[in-house]
């Protein structure tokens, strides 16, 4: 089992920075693949960013490639998103998720999700 607490959301302008942390609990944080997903009003969750158990593999969708940096820290038992040049359409809440399977497809654990703005 492991418990996810994301924070580091907020309000921004366009163009703007944030960093997400996700702090997760427990002792197998280090063995399970991790991800990012958001959720805006209105739309389905969609996959934001993946990485693997080491942090030697990351996976991103489309719409945030070459803006977003996924990461971890497995000594601090802590998932990161640095997310730069924010448009308003990355508006949404935000959710970090652990995948004990390490096949990016078996999302067991979720955190609460932490809102992130992005005005025009």
């Known amino acids: 089992q492991v418990q996810l607490v994301e924070s580091g959301g907020g309000l921004v302008q366009a163009g703007g920075s944030l960093r997400l942390s996700c702090a997760a609990s427990g002792r197998t944080f280090s063995r399970y693949a991790m991800g990012w997903f958001r959720q805006a009003p209105g739309k389905e969750r969609e996959f934001v960013a993946a990485i693997s158990w080491s942090g030697g593999t990351t996976y991103y969708a489309d719409s945030v490639k070459g803006r977003f940096t996924i990461s971890r820290d497995n000594a601090k038992n802590t998932l990161y998103l640095q997310m730069n040049s924010l448009k308003p359409e990355d508006t949404a809440v935000y959710y970090c998720?652990?995948?004990?399977?390490?096949?990016?497809?078996?999302?067991?654990?979720w955190g609460q999700g932490t809102q992130v703005t992005v005005s025009s």
């Open positions: 998720a652990a995948d004990p399977s390490g096949l990016y497809r078996d999302y067991d654990y």
